[in-house]
């Protein structure tokens, strides 16, 4: 168990997010009145940017208003069988709604079909929201059943609000309802709190460390999470909670993967194995295979803290935790953390001697890691430094 | 049945490509199916979503794109979309591809569109039924015997030939073949329930006279609404494929006109027409229906940049969102790639499809089905795809 | 690889071989090689070409193996007992009557023509394969009736009256066929595309994959009436997509003149792909894997690699620059020398001397395009556009005089000053040897450079010495 126990949500230590909450507010009201109020909204953005606390307190503001509300986090499925999971998810949605409460039918096909009989009865009387969470960390081996027998359905329906939340890799929807037609909640993620938030937050949430408000903002960037974390707890420990969505038993070999990756800012599994080597200073890692990489590179994104990144053309770590991670190598492990930049300083001018035509790239790269090292003192030596002719180039 | 095995080509593909895809991390191949219909997976690789947008929902709406630019792809799309889900609370779907070869012709009248308008939508209607019988079950005898009824006038053939191929096959595959094998629904019924379903059908049979092509169609709409679907689309695609019109677009604007005179009409009854043409049609169109295409109009303009995109989308569907470009399983050699290979097709889709399955198979042929694609996997591509284009555009004599 | 697969599938064991000597190398045409498929090599594009369900528009120069590749897909779409599985038809497209006439309503009787020739081909396979047509379930056996009666042109009684006559043990199921019930299971009006789904689907029921619509030797037509060919050609590619997702699939061999004009109309614009356009294309390692097949199935022994036949080292160079990218022409140059090992050499490999004469005694191919100003020598085609023109005037008149000794003054005299004879000495035209010489070595030198595989050694134009010179065109 960590030591680290994150805040439950309350309504009275909830700050800012009106913009999100009005728009909700809106929708809401329309289903009320039976206008256009349907569809499909998605919450999303990087960890402890406080989904769980704007779903939290919708659903909340939604019970102060009796609005009927069906709640599934896919969370509870993981590594389950996805059609058991449908089916179990299908019959807690007639449950919920007071349909059927058994032998809603022999398929998945059948058992959908009689929910939604139940459910067009249901709606007649009264708007439903229905809250889907930790969707877009879920097996996409369950996501289409589920869509095709639940959320596909009820996104054509005219008196359903669906609120789906989630980190990680968004899904390629079928319907329209879910990916072109529905509207993000944020622009388009939930985004960090400003200074100001941030101060209000801590108030809230840490009144004793509300004064330094904003040498927190500095290092977590307004994340929400990280904000209480960093006021809560020590660094060591604010990473163990950012952390906190993986399985204890691999949260360590996690948290090392990350802070051997943590001084790139973006990385593949040609980059691993080096990265590797140097934390814990094995050379063996270097002969890793690619499908060995693969494996790390797999997990990262299996708990969301990594993804595929289209700017940097490759992976990136989700962007809190690579910051409390290398803050914490570069205050706690400096050694060890200048080391990594130097690897991959030295990985990035091989890359660039090696690869003319990406030369360029590799050579930005380089650089970047050049200037972390010279900001803090350590620059390359004279040796590894970038050529002349090179730095004309960038 | 005597087994007469293929000696050669039973292998789908045996180039060494799939083993390759899937050493990269790929859980199906996102290059292969060339032809939209075939994808199992084209609604999860929308690009252009603004374009689908347009074609969504209740209006009229227009879609113009190249040859080649993918309307059939995004046509198929929509149908898909339209036969997600157990019931009838989507709109539905009419394919409409002009019948030219059964006519004979490319300058059809009002009634002869309507009659294969009819003709589709009963296909449709007869296909999706065949899947959901219990749309079916559920209806009165007088609203059984109007479905029977237009089976019966409408389909290419007898309703009891269907019937019987269906109950002597034991599956709805058969059918899907003979009617249309684009044709996706989820979940059939079951042996005992597809049976119970012909064998009602046909009992609901009364053997009227058919009435006249107006009649029928407007038959056809009653029963749609009977059934409980909100809106009709119809998908309006492959107006170019006569002689007369590939090249022509004043005849293809000539071949819809009785539709486009009927559209404005069928909107309000919730029936939409929604074309997907070749761009050339635009201009003559929007000069002589403006009011038709005030509103709803997408032309398809394929950039690099959008092409690009549809590679990065069929990554990162197939590698189940793990990766969102080719760059991920490339030598640090080679960065970009689908821009790359973006500036070096033609400037549609399916050219990008062929040309990123080249490189693939460049590399296979040169390494093996495994590693890092490289610049010279694509650059090999590149002149293998120049050249069978130089062959194919060299100059009339 | 599939290619790979295709060259091992069709193999013969080397035990079982039987040698077929310099036969193998002799008529060089596809339709008189009932060994084919025996050394059958595969073009690099064969997988594309060969794909079971995308319509093909092969294209190819004449010796580029056209016949070859269609006769090849014909033989993969055998089982291992020799059984189809697929209805493989022979179909070519009558000509339209005039350009005009290649519209919709031409292409509707095409496609009429077609089912007939489905038809055709399915009572002969049913007849072939009577066992099958009783396995099938009853209502694939309807549609086959149905198709049968519904789509052969004319009295289908007096059709496939020869069918029914005959003792073979088809000829009960086809009189079955012919005299039993008909089942209507379309409509008159049905489109011929669902007309099509049903007999695949019937098809189906057999394990046949589909159609297969097999259309070659075109050549003809493409001389005699190119204009009406191509009207015809495009104005069924444009609807030609139809029919590729019920299962009806064409694979139709053009020679290659047809491919400028058709390859931006209708479905074969490549813009379109509807239809796949293929120019066949050869690389040197697969022609020397070709020839090495052909001398594998020549002599009996596998491998047989092109050095045990002759030691040149300059064979392969020489074989890619007079074979260019056609497989007859490699194997042409090759045949010289095969004749030569079995009938002098006992099976000992030539060496560089005698190959040398043999190549003088056997040159390659050679045809002037005099309308396109080039010449065909082998497989190259060679553009004689920058030949200064009397160079080439002097090309033709000894084109025109092939395998006859020219000598230097007659070409001066005739190409250069335009006499219609020889002068003699004291003739008012008349000038000395040395007054010319020169002119005509340098433009024979040309010529040289232009034509020849190897200019230093020449085959085509020869110096007979103390004669002129012989150009040895052989087409």
């Not at chain 1, 509300?69 to 896919?74: A, S, T």
């Given at each position: ?174 319907n ?18 400003d200074p ?8 809230r ?28 707890y ?30 790139l ?34 997990e ?10 289209a ?84 | ?39 199992p997976?084209?609604s ?72 294969a ?11 999706a039924?065949?899947?959901?019988p ?68 046909e ?10 092509p ?68 635009f ?40 990766f ?34 080249q ?18 996997d ?20 | ?39 059958f ?72 023509h ?116 191509c ?9 030609l ?14 020679p ?57 080292a ?48 056997r040159?390659?191919?050679?045809y ?20 200064p ?63 020849e ?23």
């Open positions: 168990m960590s030591a680290v126990q994150l805040l439950p949500y309350s309504p009275r230590l909830f700050v800012n997010r009106e913009q999100e909450l009005q728009m909700l507010e809106e929708r809401v009201q329309a289903l009320k009145e039976g206008r256009d109020g349907h569809g499909v909204l998605i919450l999303s953005g990087e960890r402890g940017i406080g989904k769980t606390w704007l779903r939290s307190h919708f659903e909340h503001q939604l019970s102060q208003e009796r609005i009927p509300v069906v709640r599934l986090d896919l969370k509870e499925y993981a590594g389950k069988d996805p059609a058991w999971a449908v089916a179990d998810i299908l019959q807690r949605v007639s449950i919920e709604t007071g349909g059927p409460r058994e032998r809603l039918g022999a398929d998945l096909a059948e058992m959908s079909r009689t929910v939604f009989r139940h459910l067009q009865k249901f709606l007649q009387q009264q708007p439903l929201v229905v809250i889907v969470d930790h969707v877009y960390e879920s097996d996409w081996a369950l996501l289409p059943l589920l869509e095709d027998y639940l959320l596909g359905p009820l996104a054509a329906e005219r008196r359903v609000l669906l609120l789906l939340t989630g980190r990680g890799r968004l899904y390629p929807w079928k329209p309802e879910l990916s072109t037609l529905a509207v993000p909640l944020g622009k388009p993620e939930l985004e960090p709190f100001l938030f941030t101060k209000d937050q801590l108030k949430q840490a009144p004793s460390q509300a004064h330094r408000a904003d040498e927190i903002y500095e290092l977590t960037g307004g994340n929400p999470l990280a904000n209480y974390l960093v006021a809560a020590s660094l060591d420990q604010a990473v163990e909670g950012l952390l906190e969505p993986v399985p204890e038993e691999r949260r360590r070999t996690v948290r090392e993967y990350l802070e051997a990756l943590c001084v800012r973006a990385f593949d599994e040609e980059r691993i194995p080096d990265m590797l080597a140097t934390y814990y200073d094995n050379d063996s890692y270097r002969q890793w295979t690619y499908a060995r990489s693969r494996r790390v590179r797999e990262l994104i299996r708990w969301g803290l990594a993804r595929w990144d700017e940097q053309r490759g992976y990136v770590m989700d962007r809190i935790v690579r910051q409390l991670i290398e803050r914490y190598l570069q205050t706690q492990k400096p050694e060890l953390w200048r080391r990594l930049h130097q690897t991959a300083y030295q990985l990035y001018q091989q890359w660039a001697n090696d690869y003319p035509a990406t030369r360029e790239r590799w050579l930005e790269e380089a650089e970047y890691h050049r200037q972390r090292l010279q900001e803090y003192g350590s620059l390359p030596s004279r040796s590894e430094n970038i050529s002349a002719a090179d730095r004309r180039i960038l | 049945m005597a087994s007469s095995t293929p000696a050669l080509h039973q292998t789908p593909d045996s180039s060494g490509v799939p083993e390759w895809l899937r050493w990269a991390g790929f859980r199906f191949d996102p290059f292969g199916p060339l032809d939209a219909a075939a994808d997976h084209l999860e690789y929308l690009v252009g979503h603004e374009v689908f947008a347009r074609v969504w929902g209740d209006g009229i709406s227009w879609v113009f794109a190249p040859a080649g630019g993918g309307k059939t792809a995004l046509r198929i799309s929509v149908m898909q979309t339209c036969w997600i889900g157990q019931e009838t609370n989507r709109p539905f779907p009419i394919p409409y591809v002009p019948p030219f070869l059964a006519w004979g012709h490319a300058r059809p009248s009002e009634e002869e569109h309507l009659m308008l009819t003709r589709s939508g009963a296909r449709a209607l007869f296909l039924m065949a899947h959901r219990h749309w079916f079950f559920r209806l009165d005898v007088s609203e059984r015997q109007d479905i029977a009824n237009l089976f019966q006038w409408n389909l290419s053939g007898p309703l009891s030939v269907y019937l019987n191929l269906c109950r002597q096959s034991r599956q709805i595959s058969p059918l899907r073949e003979v009617l249309d094998p684009t044709f996706v629904m989820r979940d059939p019924p079951d042996e005992v329930t597809l049976q119970q379903w012909c064998d009602e059908l009992s609901a049979l009364a053997f009227q006279p058919a009435p006249p107006a009649e029928r169609w407007a038959h056809l709409l009653a029963v749609l609404k009977m059934l409980g679907f909100p809106s009709v689309y119809i998908l309006a695609d492959g107006f170019d494929g006569a002689p007369e019109t590939i090249d022509n677009p004043m005849m293809i604007v000539d071949c819809m006109r009785p539709l486009l005179h009927r559209a404005e009409k069928w909107a309000q009854d919730n029936v939409f027409l929604k074309a997907f043409l070749p761009t050339e049609t201009p003559l169109l929007a000069e002589q229906f403006p009011l038709l295409l005030s509103d709803h109009v997408a032309v398809i303009h394929w950039t690099p940049d959008l092409l690009a995109e549809i590679i990065r989308r069929r990554v990162y569907v197939a590698s189940g969102g793990n969102g470009s080719l760059d991920a399983v490339a030598s640090p050699a080679l960065r970009d790639v689908e821009t790359v290979l973006a500036r070096s097709v033609m400037p549609l889709p399916r050219e990008m499809l062929v040309l990123t399955r490189v693939i198979e460049e590399h296979v042929r040169r390494e093996g089905a495994e590693g890092l694609l490289t610049g010279e694509v650059e090999a591509a590149i002149l293998q795809y120049t050249q069978g284009n130089l062959l194919l555009t060299r100059t009339a004599r | 690889m599939m290619r790979r697969d295709a060259e091992r599938e069709v193999s013969v064991h080397p035990e079982e071989q039987a040698s077929l000597g310099p036969a193998a190398f002799l008529a060089l045409r596809a339709e008189e090689e009932p060994w084919l498929p025996e050394c090599v595969p073009p690099p594009d064969f997988d594309r070409i060969s794909d079971p369900r995308r319509s093909v528009v092969l294209f190819g120069d004449p010796g580029s193996g056209k016949t070859a590749v269609h006769r090849m897909l014909e033989t993969i779409s055998l089982g291992t007992d020799g059984k189809p599985f697929r209805l493989l038809v022979h179909w070519k497209p009558a000509l339209p009557i005039s350009v005009a006439e290649a519209g919709l309503d031409w292409v509707k009787a095409m496609v009429g077609i089912l007939d020739a489905c038809a055709d081909a399915l009572i002969h396979h049913l007849a072939g394969y009577p066992q099958d047509y009783q396995k099938a379930p009853p209502w694939a056996q309807a549609r086959f009736v149905w198709f049968i009666h519904r789509y052969t042109r004319g009295n289908p009684m007096l059709r496939w009256g020869p069918l029914v006559e005959g003792d073979s043990p088809g000829a009960p199921l086809v009189r079955q066929i012919l005299s039993g019930p008909v089942d209507d299971i379309l409509y008159a009006d049905a489109p011929p595309e669902y007309v099509i789904s049903e007999l695949v689907s019937a098809l189906k029921a057999l394990e046949m994959d589909g159609i297969w619509i097999l259309t070659d030797g075109l050549e003809g037509w493409a001389e005699m009436a190119f204009d009406r060919l009207a015809g050609l495009k104005a069924f590619l444009s609807t997509s139809l029919f590729d997702p019920f299962g009806l699939i064409y694979k139709i061999c053009l290659s003149e047809l491919e400028p004009a058709l390859s931006h109309a209708g479905g074969l614009a490549r813009a379109r792909r509807r239809v796949e356009g293929i120019h066949i294309r050869w690389d040197s390692p697969t022609l020397r894997r070709l020839v090495e097949r052909r001398l594998s199935l020549a002599f009996g022994r596998e491998p047989f690699p092109l050095e045990e036949l002759c030691t040149a300059g064979l392969p160079e020489w074989l890619e620059k007079v074979g260019g990218t056609s497989p007859r022409e490699w194997l042409d140059q090759v045949a010289g020398l095969v004749e030569y090992y079995t009938t002098h050499s006992r099976n000992r490999p030539i060496d560089e001397d005698i190959w040398k004469r043999l190549r003088l005694q040159p390659p191919r050679l002037l395009d005099d309308e396109r100003r080039r010449v065909i020598v082998g497989g190259r085609c060679v553009n004689l556009e920058d030949l023109a009397k160079a080439y005037e002097m090309l033709r008149y000894l084109y025109q005089r092939s395998g006859a000794v020219v000598t230097k003054a007659e070409l001066y005299f005739r190409i250069y000053r335009g006499l219609d004879r020889i002068p003699r000495p004291g003739d008012k035209e008349y000038e000395a040897p040395k007054e010319y010489t020169g002119l005509i070595d340098t433009n024979l030198w040309r010529l040289r450079q232009a034509i595989p190897d200019p230093s050694a020449p085959v085509l134009l020869v110096t007979r010495r103390g004669h002129g010179v012989v150009l040895q065109a052989r087409w």
